[in-house]
């Protein structure tokens, strides 16, 4: 059994069961197999040469077609077997494998927890890049009102690497310094 702790701090980490190491370590980890304490080089039932480790630990066949994990039930079980087990149970759907994709025009991006917008217009699910409604073709926003028509130049601006400041610089228009203040000297 592990000493715990120091003189101090008698609940503060505990000592490596490992013969030859005996660490002192703050953050133990406990063997669920022996039951023992050890340091983080020998948490593992390889490095701590765990008599109990054969029994211990789940494994698991991932199905290449709609992504299942199956558990197997035997350690010496064979992968393919298992698989066709998993075939002739009807359990393997491959469309269950492929994630949606956002419905814009030429987009391929799977729609997932963290990239996925619903649009407030038409309620269909597209990805970040297509979440206004002028950049998916929205059909509940379409029409001939001037906010419609502002948020589809803007979409056009942005499709074609425009924006603000180079449209400043390009127009020649748009507001410039005053004479006075653009020779003005400050010393």
């Excluded at 917008?117 to 509940?140: I, Q």
């Excluded at 601006?157 to 006075?180: H, I, M, N, T």
Aim: with cysteine.
């Amino acid at each position: 059994m592990a000493r715990r702790g120091t003189e101090a701090f008698p609940d503060l980490g505990a000592h490596c069961d490992e013969p030859d190491c005996n660490q002192l370590d703050f953050l133990p980890f406990d063997c669920d197999g022996c039951g023992k304490v050890f340091c983080a080089a020998h948490r593992t039932y390889r490095d701590h040469g765990c008599a109990k480790a054969a029994d211990q630990g789940r494994t698991v066949v991932v199905c290449p077609d709609c992504g299942d994990a199956i558990e197997r039930a035997s350690p010496g079980q064979d992968e393919k077997e298992i698989l066709d087990a998993h075939v002739r149970a009807r359990r393997c759907d491959p469309a269950r494998k492929r994630k949606p994709t956002c419905p814009a025009r030429r987009c391929k991006e799977p729609l997932t927890f963290s990239n996925t917008s619903e649009c407030k217009s038409c309620g269909r699910k597209v990805c970040l890049k297509h979440r206004f409604p002028a950049d998916h073709g929205c059909a509940g926003a379409a029409g001939s009102s001037a906010a419609a028509r502002a948020a589809g130049a803007a979409a056009a601006r942005r499709a074609g690497g425009e924006c603000a400041r180079d449209a400043q610089k390009g127009s020649g228009g748009g507001w410039a310094l005053p004479a006075a203040v653009r020779n003005l000297k400050i010393f």
